[in-house]
């Protein structure tokens, strides 16, 4: 096993209890579609599901994390009917929840660059999209040659909340009380929802879960080359539409800004029009800000980060980057204050020191 690896290694031929990650992913309204589309375009749909889900996978183990997880031993990748389940078992409870949501992302991102959607925003209809479910837990395992049989309540319970999270007014994502507790201070460029009691079917009390509200996580590096021009096509078409989906703007900012290394004017633009449409908008706020910073308004940089922090009071880089600017102004006090509040919420102290 790895040298992180803390999970029993188990021989061939032995069961035992397993502690793994598991995400569920199904495109969102798939029913309504099969009632619509005849049986072969809707195969045909299913089939593209599928392929960019499998093809996703593959780079984001295989190529992106390049020997870091063993297929079958380490992570699974399968289809139970229609819907995508991957399992991570590396031993790193935290870092397998973290990167099961960077991959729920970057599966969202692909999938929004399906044919699908280039047809569908062409004609100017909303995207499709997909829900994803994220839990952690014990299961039971046999162990095989080429990984593990799997059992468990903890699969059902995947299962469940990818059920619910279609539900959700953001990414759709949803975490339940044991992933969220496992990810701890990896939140840092995540902005989750408050705890929400659901019932979920089959389950006889209310089960806890957490919605991905904003993510800084960066798409560019994550997401597969083939779905790349395709995504940020269909993002710029779907922002310029009149609907607003607000993970569309946060990815396709992120991608931006790392892709270029700065905020560009069009990128600016876009900010800005989010903000017109949800002034809270933290993505927008904290690149906003970054924005007039380059451009030398650190005044005007200052408001929108005033604005990012006080909507998201426990958002550590909003903070950080607001004691950077309250130190190029040459405000000692309120950098001081701002730059403990980053250090309370997760920043290490060598990132940006006290104003003398």
């Not at 996703?56 to 399968?78: I, P």
């Not at 729920?104 to 692909?110: Q, R, V, W």
């Not at 080429?146 to 059992?151: A, E, I, P, Q, T």
């Not at 990414?171 to 339940?176: K, T």
Request: glycine letters at 8%; hydrophobic letters at 40%; a neutral charge.
């Amino acid at each position: 096993m790895n040298a992180q690896t803390s999970n029993p290694p188990y021989k061939i031929g032995e069961k035992g209890p397993l502690d793994v990650a598991i995400l569920f992913t199904d495109v969102i309204s798939s029913t309504e579609f099969a009632s619509v589309l005849g049986l072969e375009k809707y195969a045909g749909y299913l089939i593209d599901f599928e392929r960019i889900c499998l093809q996703q996978c593959e780079f984001f183990f295989e190529t992106l994390h390049a020997g870091k997880y063993r297929k079958g031993l380490d992570y699974e990748v399968r289809f139970l009917g229609d819907e995508l389940v991957v399992y991570l078992h590396s031993g790193r409870p935290a870092n397998d929840v973290y990167q099961l949501v960077c991959l729920a992302i970057s599966l969202k991102c692909a999938w929004l660059g399906t044919q699908t959607n280039v047809e569908r925003v062409a004609c100017g209809q909303g995207t499709t999209n997909i829900a994803c479910g994220v839990h952690a837990g014990p299961i039971w395992v046999a162990r095989r040659e080429s990984g593990y049989d799997k059992w468990g309540y903890a699969i059902h319970l995947a299962k469940r909340i990818e059920s619910v999270s279609r539900e959700g007014k953001h990414f759709q994502i949803y975490l339940s009380d044991a992933a969220y507790k496992r990810i701890g201070r990896l939140l840092r460029n995540l902005l989750i929802g408050p705890r929400v009691g659901v019932a979920l079917k089959g389950m006889v009390a209310p089960v806890g879960v957490y919605e991905v509200e904003e993510s800084f996580i960066d798409p560019f590096k994550r997401l597969a080359p083939q779905f790349a021009e395709s995504f940020q096509k269909v993002a710029l078409t779907s922002l310029a539409a009149n609907s607003f989906e607000g993970w569309i703007h946060s990815c396709l900012q992120v991608w931006e800004e790392s892709r270029n290394g700065r905020v560009t004017d069009e990128s600016l633009d876009l900010c800005l029009s989010a903000l017109k449409v949800e002034r809270a908008n933290p993505v927008a706020l904290y690149h906003a800000a970054q924005g007039m910073r380059e451009r030398d308004k650190l005044d005007t940089a200052l408001l929108y980060l005033l604005d990012l922090v006080r909507e998201r009071p426990t958002f550590a880089d909003g903070w950080l980057e607001l004691g950077r600017i309250y130190k190029r102004l040459g405000q000692s006090e309120p950098a001081r204050h701002a730059i403990l509040e980053a250090r309370r919420n997760g920043v290490g102290e060598s990132e940006e020191e006290l104003p003398g």
